[in-house]
């Protein structure tokens, strides 16, 4: 891990200066430096949120970060605005996390957000991250200079090299280490990870690296194995779109269970929707989902509120909400608005610019509310409880920088507002 020793920022006029002293990695940090001090290459302010694990989807969460390009490193730290300026020093903060650039692709990628100058930084791990900057420049800056140190180390450490570091790390090179000479073997001299391209290495190394490199080249990304439905996502965690179109349906096979089964059986319960499920049994149901066919009358299902714990659940994973984040605010605006009836219109618009599996599992989410708060004088779900409890389930903004308690009071009229007015906002459909 790359740690700063010391940064000195001059704002003045608007300028920033970053002088970086960087302390050397340890030995083991890298297949190809030793004892060697690391350029920086950048440092500054960048937003930033991880969006994906290994592969795995994640929740977008933008931070502002100082973000510093050192080595063959993109280390992020906590910005030092959120602390107290006089405490904040670099070279005493640990880092949140970095980002091994060897290997690493980038591409722009405006479509995966509402933000604008939005890049994707995709690592050979599979981990994903999107930066982004309100000032054009600055991010067509940091794009260029990370470009750069991508294809400098590609230059200097072949895919090979960067596969059999990995590989080392992870604990599974025993098989490459083990396929050297029998002259080796003996003398007790293992394989080492080769520092440079120039290394002597028996036709047996070669042929195994040659091997992998192929396969890592040859293996398809994790899209397109999941559009050929060679490999499936899971329910919880799942876009709402691909998940539609992987069921081919307008609504989610889960929705549609969990609605039915309320609404068989649990219409009548008191504190539908509002009263918690037991927690274990609501992860086991979420764990069944994801494995296995679902039977939503199995008697280890008996407890509705583990049923409706479940769908709020759902809603609350998915990676974008089911009112997409670039329709909150305009949400929020509409429902501020002092005439009704202008209200009711430009709520029926935004809800009609939705995309299609957004439009229609809202609306049979709250078709589904609104048989639950017909039988609001046996349950107690009004109008206005259930706006508390879907509010913010349906709808949340990407950054949660704002005011949150205040959000949160608009998030639930918008909900009790499509449930007033169903009629006249989804009779189209």
């Given at each position: 891990?790359?740690?700063?020793?010391?940064?000195?920022?001059?704002?003045?006029?608007?300028?920033?200066?970053?002088?970086?002293v960087?302390?050397?990695?340890?030995?083991?940090?890298?297949?190809?430096t030793?004892?060697?001090?690391?350029?920086?290459?950048?440092?500054?302010?960048l937003?930033?949120?991880?969006?994906?694990?290994?592969?795995?989807?994640?929740?977008?969460?933008?931070n502002?970060?100082?973000?510093?390009?050192v080595?063959?490193?993109?280390?992020?730290?906590?910005?030092?605005?959120?602390?107290?300026?006089d405490s904040?020093?670099p070279?005493?903060s640990?880092?949140?996390?970095?980002?091994?650039?060897?290997g690493?692709?980038?591409q722009?990628?405006?479509?995966?957000?509402?933000r604008?100058n939005?890049?994707?930084?995709?690592?050979?791990?599979?981990?994903?991250?999107?930066?982004?900057?309100?000032?054009?420049?600055?991010?067509?800056?940091?794009?260029?200079t990370?470009?750069?140190?991508?294809?400098?180390?590609?230059?200097e450490?072949?895919?090979?090299?960067?596969?059999?570091?990995?590989?080392?790390?992870?604990?599974?090179?025993?098989?490459l280490?083990?396929?050297?000479?029998?002259?080796?073997?003996?003398?007790?001299?293992?394989?080492?990870?080769?520092?440079?391209?120039?290394?002597p290495?028996s036709?047996?190394?070669?042929?195994?690296?040659?091997?992998?490199k192929?396969?890592i080249?040859?293996?398809?990304?994790?899209q397109?194995?999941?559009?050929?439905g060679?490999?499936?996502?899971?329910?919880?965690?799942?876009?709402?779109?691909?998940?539609?179109?992987?069921?081919?349906?307008?609504?989610?096979?889960?929705?549609?269970?969990?609605?039915?089964?309320?609404?068989?059986?649990?219409?009548?319960?008191?504190?539908?929707?509002?009263?918690?499920?037991?927690?274990?049994?609501?992860?086991?149901?979420?764990?069944?989902?994801?494995?296995?066919?679902?039977?939503?009358?199995?008697p280890?299902w008996?407890?509705?509120?583990?049923?409706?714990?479940?769908?709020?659940?759902?809603?609350r994973?998915?990676?974008?909400?089911l009112?997409?984040?670039?329709?909150?605010h305009?949400?929020?605006?509409?429902?501020?608005?002092?005439?009704?009836?202008?209200?009711?219109?430009?709520?029926?618009?935004?809800?009609?610019?939705?995309?299609p599996?957004?439009?229609h599992?809202?609306?049979?989410?709250?078709?589904?509310?609104?048989?639950?708060?017909e039988?609001?004088?046996?349950?107690?779900?009004?109008?206005?409880?259930?706006?508390?409890?879907?509010g913010?389930?349906?709808?949340?903004?990407?950054?949660?920088?704002?005011?949150?308690a205040?959000?949160?009071?608009?998030?639930?009229?918008a909900?009790?507002?499509?449930?007033?007015?169903?009629?006249?906002?989804?009779?189209?459909?």
């Amino acid at each position: 891990m790359f740690l700063p020793s010391q940064v000195q920022r001059a704002s003045a006029n608007g300028k920033s200066d970053h002088r970086l002293v960087v302390e050397p990695p340890s030995s083991d940090s890298s297949p190809d430096t030793e004892g060697v001090t690391p350029e920086l290459e950048k440092a500054g302010l960048l937003n930033k949120t991880k969006i994906a694990e290994g592969g795995r989807k994640l929740r977008k969460n933008w931070n502002l970060s100082w973000v510093v390009l050192v080595g063959n490193s993109l280390v992020f730290f906590k910005d030092p605005k959120s602390q107290n300026p006089d405490s904040w020093k670099p070279g005493n903060s640990r880092p949140e996390s970095s980002v091994d650039l060897r290997g690493a692709q980038l591409q722009w990628a405006n479509d995966l957000s509402s933000r604008k100058n939005v890049f994707k930084l995709r690592t050979v791990t599979g981990n994903e991250f999107l930066l982004q900057s309100e000032t054009e420049s600055l991010i067509r800056e940091w794009y260029r200079t990370i470009q750069n140190v991508i294809d400098r180390l590609d230059k200097e450490n072949p895919l090979d090299n960067v596969l059999l570091y990995s590989l080392r790390r992870a604990g599974s090179v025993e098989m490459l280490d083990q396929s050297g000479d029998e002259d080796e073997n003996r003398g007790g001299n293992k394989a080492s990870l080769p520092r440079s391209t120039s290394n002597p290495e028996s036709s047996e190394h070669k042929r195994v690296k040659s091997r992998l490199k192929k396969l890592i080249l040859r293996r398809p990304p994790l899209q397109t194995l999941q559009e050929k439905g060679l490999i499936k996502d899971q329910v919880f965690g799942c876009g709402l779109e691909l998940l539609c179109e992987r069921e081919k349906s307008s609504v989610p096979q889960f929705v549609r269970k969990c609605t039915d089964a309320v609404e068989r059986r649990g219409l009548e319960t008191d504190g539908i929707y509002r009263v918690s499920g037991n927690l274990a049994v609501i992860q086991k149901l979420r764990f069944a989902v994801n494995h296995e066919r679902l039977d939503l009358d199995d008697p280890q299902w008996d407890d509705i509120h583990v049923i409706t714990g479940a769908l709020k659940l759902f809603f609350r994973e998915l990676p974008e909400p089911l009112v997409p984040y670039g329709f909150f605010h305009d949400v929020v605006e509409t429902v501020k608005l002092s005439d009704y009836l202008d209200k009711v219109d430009r709520l029926k618009l935004l809800v009609l610019s939705m995309p299609p599996h957004n439009q229609h599992t809202l609306q049979h989410v709250i078709q589904h509310l609104r048989r639950v708060m017909e039988r609001s004088d046996s349950n107690r779900m009004t109008t206005q409880n259930i706006g508390i409890v879907f509010g913010p389930t349906l709808m949340r903004p990407e950054n949660e920088s704002g005011n949150m308690a205040i959000n949160m009071v608009y998030q639930n009229q918008a909900v009790e507002l499509l449930l007033s007015e169903y009629q006249q906002i989804f009779r189209s459909y």
